[in-house]
């Protein structure tokens, strides 16, 4: 990924967050809310949460492989094997 795609990318999860935080906020501070709807919102956005960090983990861990498949390569020197031909 590019570096603009990833600063792209950090800013649409800070504006996410941002706006996650402060309604949740909200939420909690109102008081004409059941007890069982708080935790429940509050176990969803708990569990979106963490879906999104196992995404952006597995995101991470997945162009990492890719950096080394890419250094581990052999060059274009043809020393690679490129069938048998007899």
């Known amino acids: 990924m590019k570096k603009i795609d990833t ?3 950090l ?4 504006g996410i967050a941002i706006f996650v935080v402060y309604g949740f906020y909200r939420f909690l501070e109102a008081e004409n809310i059941p007890w069982f709807i708080r935790i429940g919102t509050a176990a969803v956005v708990i569990g979106v949460l963490i879906v999104l960090l196992s995404l952006i983990r597995e995101r991470i861990m997945e162009t990492k492989g ?3 498949e890419k250094k581990s390569r052999p060059g274009k020197s043809g020393s690679g094997n490129r069938g048998n031909k007899k």
């Open 7 to 9: 600063l792209g990318v």
């Open 66 to 68: 890719l950096k080394k």
């Open 11 to 14: 800013f649409i999860l800070g």
